[in-house]
């Protein structure tokens, strides 16, 4: 069972980015999927959630309308298209399924 996250790196303030969690060892298809972020001293928040069938989403008030998760079912595969991105972003992200968690990937937002 793995959730591996990519995509992460750095970027300017009001620029992009999108995360990939790659899944493997479990049905993908029938669980939902989330992104968390955790800024250092800060506790991990929820960022984004998606339904088994990609059908609905939900975001933290934080990132709507700049985030947008989605996903592949028949590649594995969660994505979070971050736009607009601000300092206040800079974080490490995390995927999730139920009890399953990935390594991470940092996210830094700086000029």
């Known amino acids: 069972v793995q959730l591996v996250e990519s995509g992460g790196g750095l970027v300017q303030p009001g620029g992009s980015l999108r995360l990939s969690c790659a899944a493997s060892?479990?049905?993908?298809?029938?669980?939902?999927m989330r992104w968390y972020r955790q800024a250092p001293g800060k506790e991990r928040e929820l960022v984004a959630t998606i339904t088994s069938g990609g059908g609905s989403t939900g975001y933290a008030d934080s990132v709507k309308g700049r985030f947008t998760i989605s996903r592949d079912n028949a590649k594995n595969t969660a994505y979070l298209q971050m736009n607009s991105l601000k300092p206040e972003d800079t974080a490490v992200y995390y995927c999730n399924a139920n009890t399953r968690w990935g390594q991470g990937t940092q996210v830094t937002v700086s000029s």
């Open positions: 060892g479990f049905t993908f298809s029938r669980y939902i």
